[in-house]
């Protein structure tokens, strides 16, 4: 595995449930006690939060060793841009899912998208020191094989983009169509802003229920991994 230790895009795929916590905080004890908690995913928050790359990277770690994979969100997306190298930094860091907020149209989530990834499905540079790269190459057992290491790679990030507009509701199946686009939510309190009708944001949800796709709120199973799941040791997937 040159990638990651801990693939959470194959345990959706395959329709496991999967739970992460939210963190606004900046000590990476909190993290150790979120893997402790059996949590499978950490969110770095940094829309909302200040953050160096020194706390992102160590709290990736820490994740990391905790058995839980990393979702770092973005700034959003403005006019139409999203953050193409903060994506990049934080994919190189380590983090696994990329969350970016304010994706209103098809061309901002594949600008996302192809940041997120390597030739030649993106435009992601690339480098064996990368923190990323979970094996040292070449070995004397191992060559280096860029090819084996793209396709692995771009098979276990995972953008998730955050529609928040009237914009991005009205685009919501050409969002979706977008290659590299993995699961989306919806931002509730700035369609509030925007006084846009709660009725048009649940329709813009139907398509995200189709096979396939994967809407961030999905509260019925929420209480059903609450009420099922139990605590697994050291937080291990």
């Not at 770690?61 to 953050?83: N, V």
Request: aromatic content about 6%; glycine content about 8%.
């Amino acid at each position: 595995m040159t990638q990651s230790i801990i693939a959470l895009g194959r345990l959706i795929k395959k329709k496991h449930f999967v739970l992460g916590m939210e963190n606004w905080l900046r000590d990476a004890r909190v993290v150790e006690l979120l893997g402790y908690a059996g949590f499978d995913f950490l969110h770095i928050e940094n829309e909302h939060v200040g953050r160096n790359w020194n706390e992102v990277e160590n709290m990736i770690r820490t994740a990391e060793l905790m058995g839980m994979a990393s979702l770092y969100r973005t700034e959003q997306c403005f006019d139409g841009e999203p953050p193409v190298n903060e994506i990049i930094k934080a994919v190189k860091l380590g983090a696994q899912i990329i969350m970016v907020p304010q994706v209103s149209t098809p061309e901002a989530a594949r600008k996302a998208a192809s940041a997120i990834r390597l030739p030649p499905r993106g435009k992601r540079g690339i480098a064996t020191c990368d923190r990323s790269m979970k094996e040292i190459y070449p070995t004397p057992e191992t060559p280096l094989d860029i090819d084996v290491y793209c396709k692995e790679s771009n098979d276990e990030v995972m953008l998730w983009c955050i529609i928040e507009t009237p914009e991005g509701v009205k685009n919501i199946d050409a969002i979706l169509a977008v290659d590299g686009v993995d699961a989306v939510g919806f931002g509730h309190s700035e369609n509030c802003v925007h006084r846009f009708c709660a009725r048009s944001v649940f329709a813009a949800k139907r398509p995200v229920l189709r096979p396939g796709r994967h809407d961030l709120h999905d509260r019925q199973r929420h209480s059903a991994w609450r009420n099922s799941r139990g605590k697994r040791p050291y937080g291990r997937l």
